[in-house]
């Protein structure tokens, strides 16, 4: 019945039998009539109130179904969000995308392949988005910051805190060169449900979506369900037949989705459907500058020089502290500083043999 509402702002018009006739619980009812009646004293106008109030405080811009910004690809999915929480650029909700997700444990292999991946399609003109997720989310959204671009992040609760902990430095990279958003309120903590019910969001902005590395009872397999069902492509990637996180891209590609080990093998499955965006011009092999983008936030802007150094002498697979004391020319003792130091940041972690880089 609402769907016959071409504004459903005029909802708070309506008298009491049409808005019964629409199908309303009758606690919405009385929210509206208390609206129209502008009675304070509703707990329902308090609660919007105070999220208002809260959006006002953090900067949280409010994106409706009649907001020029909301993006016509997810008007269409099921159960769609009737409002989008957002910080950032919302203007970039209308470029085509991709959705990049993958395993929370991803391998050093996985996490190079999504921040590679990312790169280059970003480079293509495709715009990036994902979970913010700990593993291949975390390296997608990095991979196209890094690349001087800009990615979109997907959250499962209120964009007034960052989620999770370890990914805080990467969500206000994402927020100053990007976007974040969520369908959540500030205030809203981050709960087990909220995760499936943000995917349908990532795979509803996306024209495709690839899967990096997933088990095969990963979220990441509902998520390219989801995706089917609402008329995307999902692209995989393979891996070793003897490693765990390989298993639910193999199961996918042998469902249907596309096998892809480069960028173009993507680009050619969208084929004409797909095009750059106006204004986009991509970048030629070896040209350090984005086109047509916001400047990202460096992962090290907010770093002095010693952690810098420490940082940039890591890669994505696990180094000794033997080794980083040798590449840096540091102490012991400092060098340890400075890794709990970016551990804090969410920049670094500690893994089997060393540490890496996550960010």
Same mark, same amino acid.
């Given at each position: 019945m609402?769907?016959?509402?071409?504004?459903?702002?005029?909802?708070?018009?309506?008298?009491?039998?049409?808005?019964?006739? +629409?199908?309303?619980?009758?606690?919405?009812?009385?929210?509206?009539?208390?609206? #129209? #009646? &502008?009675?304070?004293?509703?707990?329902?106008?308090?609660?919007?109130?105070?999220?208002?109030?809260?959006?006002?405080?953090?900067?949280?811009?409010?994106?409706?179904?009649q907001?020029?910004?909301?993006?016509?690809?997810?008007? +269409? @999915?099921?159960d769609?969000?009737?409002?989008?929480?957002?910080r950032?650029?919302?203007?970039?909700?209308?470029?085509?995308?991709?959705?990049?997700?993958?395993?929370r444990?991803?391998? %050093?292999?996985?996490?190079?392949? $999504?921040?590679?991946?990312?790169?280059? *399609?970003?480079?293509?003109?495709?715009? !990036?988005?994902?979970?913010?997720?700990?593993?291949?989310?975390?390296?997608? +959204?990095?991979?196209?910051l890094d690349?001087?671009?800009?990615?979109?992040a997907?959250?499962?609760?209120? *964009?007034?805190? !960052?989620?999770?902990?370890?990914?805080?430095?990467?969500?206000?990279?994402? !927020?100053?060169?990007?976007?974040?958003?969520?369908?959540?309120?500030?205030?809203?903590?981050?709960?087990?449900?909220?995760?499936?019910?943000?995917?349908?969001?990532?795979?509803?902005?996306?024209?495709?979506?690839?899967?990096?590395?997933?088990?095969?009872?990963?979220?990441?397999?509902?998520?390219?369900?989801?995706?089917?069902?609402?008329?995307?492509?999902?692209?995989?990637?393979?891996?070793? @037949?003897?490693?765990?996180?390989?298993?639910?891209?193999?199961?996918?590609?042998? &469902?249907?989705?596309?096998l892809?080990?480069?960028?173009?093998d993507?680009?050619?499955?969208?084929?004409?459907?797909?095009?750059?965006?106006?204004?986009?011009?991509?970048?030629?092999?070896?040209?350090?500058?984005?086109?047509?983008?916001?400047?990202?936030?460096?992962?090290?802007?907010?770093?002095?020089?010693?952690?810098? $150094?420490?940082?940039?002498? *890591?890669?994505y697979?696990?180094?000794?502290?033997?080794?980083?004391?040798?590449a840096?020319?540091? %102490?012991?003792?400092?060098?340890?500083?400075?890794? *709990?130091?970016?551990?804090?940041?969410?920049?670094?972690s500690?893994?089997?043999?060393?540490? #890496?880089? !996550?960010a």
């Amino acid at each position: 019945m609402l769907a016959t509402i071409p504004n459903l702002t005029d909802l708070l018009t309506r008298n009491p039998a049409t808005l019964k006739a +629409h199908g309303l619980h009758g606690e919405t009812v009385a929210a509206i009539l208390a609206w #129209q #009646q &502008q009675d304070e004293a509703n707990a329902v106008i308090q609660a919007v109130r105070q999220i208002l109030l809260n959006c006002e405080r953090h900067e949280i811009e409010l994106v409706s179904w009649q907001h020029p910004h909301y993006p016509e690809a997810l008007r +269409h @999915i099921h159960d769609a969000p009737l409002v989008l929480y957002a910080r950032g650029d919302s203007g970039l909700l209308s470029r085509e995308q991709i959705g990049v997700i993958g395993s929370r444990n991803a391998t %050093p292999a996985g996490l190079d392949h $999504a921040r590679r991946f990312a790169a280059e *399609l970003s480079k293509r003109g495709l715009l !990036i988005t994902s979970g913010l997720a700990l593993g291949v989310d975390g390296a997608a +959204h990095a991979g196209a910051l890094d690349a001087g671009y800009a990615t979109i992040a997907v959250i499962g609760c209120g *964009l007034d805190r !960052i989620y999770p902990n370890q990914h805080r430095r990467l969500g206000e990279r994402v !927020i100053g060169g990007g976007l974040m958003i969520s369908e959540y309120p500030p205030g809203t903590p981050a709960r087990a449900a909220h995760f499936p019910q943000r995917n349908r969001i990532i795979s509803g902005l996306s024209r495709g979506i690839l899967v990096v590395e997933a088990g095969l009872k990963s979220g990441s397999l509902i998520t390219a369900r989801m995706a089917l069902e609402q008329g995307r492509e999902v692209f995989a990637i393979p891996g070793s @037949i003897h490693s765990p996180v390989a298993r639910g891209c193999h199961d996918l590609i042998k &469902q249907g989705a596309r096998l892809v080990d480069q960028v173009d093998d993507i680009l050619e499955e969208l084929g004409a459907s797909w095009s750059l965006p106006a204004g986009f011009t991509a970048q030629e092999p070896g040209d350090t500058e984005p086109k047509a983008e916001r400047p990202a936030v460096r992962a090290t802007d907010a770093l002095d020089s010693r952690e810098i $150094a420490v940082f940039e002498a *890591l890669g994505y697979d696990p180094q000794s502290t033997d080794a980083l004391c040798s590449a840096t020319g540091l %102490p012991a003792d400092q060098l340890v500083q400075s890794l *709990l130091l970016l551990e804090l940041e969410g920049l670094v972690s500690s893994a089997p043999g060393g540490f #890496q880089k !996550i960010a």
